[in-house]
């Protein structure tokens, strides 16, 4: 099974190979005549393609005549490197005492930093979001010790920085 796209118009096309052979004479019959694969096709946008839902019949399918199978079908040119860098302000705070941090979360793609809006972020058991210059403020009031800021995005691979909480209150 394959995909033909295009990233030009239609100027030219590429084609993405998404499933293995099967043999379509084995699929199941509808009606005692028609070969049926079944209903349960379907795609699904990805960060660098797409996913798709598709049926095949034996040998792909194991279990039955035919089974539903998903596939990642990565389309077009792929960033070399998507990561995180998150900087957080003050990087020490005192315990006990009402502190405003201020975060700032930007990703890297192809050696590029750039602001990343909606990555989430988690302090302890409170999460948050950026907003869309890749900022976020939070007010906290933490004990003495260290904490981890810790944020995420789909697509990106993950990135922690250290909080230390010390001194006297």
């Known amino acids: 099974m394959w995909i033909a796209h295009s990233h030009d118009a239609g100027r030219s096309c590429s084609e993405s190979r998404i499933g293995g052979p099967f043999d379509m004479r084995r699929a199941p019959r509808r009606g005692g005549t028609q070969?049926?694969?079944?209903?349960?096709?379907?795609l699904v946008a990805l960060p660098q393609g797409f996913g798709a839902a598709v049926v095949e019949s034996r040998p792909a399918a194991s279990s039955d005549a035919s089974d539903v199978f998903f596939t990642r079908a990565a389309l077009g040119r792929r960033p070399s490197v998507l990561r995180i860098l998150v900087s957080v302000r003050p990087r020490r705070?005192?315990?006990?005492?009402?502190t405003r941090l201020r975060v700032l979360v930007r990703g890297v793609v192809d050696g590029e930093r750039r602001p990343l809006a909606q990555a989430r972020l988690r302090l302890g058991?409170?999460?948050?979001?950026?907003?869309s210059s890749g900022r976020v403020?939070?007010?906290v009031r933490l004990r003495a010790g260290r904490y981890r800021l810790r944020a995420t995005k789909p697509g990106f691979r993950a990135s922690t920085t250290e909080l230390?909480?010390?001194?006297g209150s």
Do not use: E
């Not at 070969?35 to 379907?42: A, I, M, R, V």
């Open 164 to 167: 230390r909480v010390s001194g």
């Open 125 to 131: 058991r409170r999460r948050f979001h950026t907003n």
């Open 35 to 42: 070969l049926f694969l079944g209903d349960y096709t379907g």
């Open 137 to 139: 403020a939070i007010i």
């Open 93 to 98: 705070v005192r315990p006990g005492q009402r």
